[in-house]
């Protein structure tokens, strides 16, 4: 069995940071990519962040420049550090890493239960 569980949402000032965090844990063989997406009532989730094993992290063009994503394969961790928060930025972020359990090596997704964050004055 994967779990894949977030922390470190909250409630912040527009130009104010956060920084998600997302474990993994349980069978795991290799985790090939780790990423966050986004999402707010009646909008499709919408990826914020990606970085494929041994790759260059991908950002939606609305964040370049503010967030970070950085992995440690080692803890099978992805963080998102969010600077310069904006109103926009407010939206239930989930983590969601594709693992592959076993050395067959076929990945699977496993999301985590999501965060809210919420920027607001």
């Known amino acids: 069995q994967v779990q894949v569980v977030e922390s470190g949402g909250g409630l912040v000032h527009p130009g104010g940071s956060l920084r998600l965090s997302c474990a993994a844990s349980?069978?795991?063989?290799?985790?090939?990519?780790m990423s966050w997406y986004r999402q707010v009532p009646g909008k499709q989730r919408e990826m914020v962040a990606g970085?494929?094993?041994?790759?260059?992290?991908h950002y939606m063009e609305s964040v370049k420049d503010r967030f970070i994503i950085s992995r440690d394969n080692a803890k099978n961790t992805v963080d998102l550090q969010m600077n310069s928060l904006r109103l926009e930025d407010t939206a239930v972020y989930y983590c969601?890493?594709?693992?592959?359990?076993?050395?067959?090596?076929?990945?699977?997704?496993?999301w985590g239960q999501g965060t809210q964050v919420t920027v607001t004055s």
């Open positions: 349980g069978t795991i063989f290799s985790i090939y990519v």
């Open positions: 969601k890493m594709v693992i592959a359990p076993t050395s067959v090596g076929i990945g699977y997704d496993y």
């Open positions: 970085v494929v094993n041994g790759g260059t992290p």
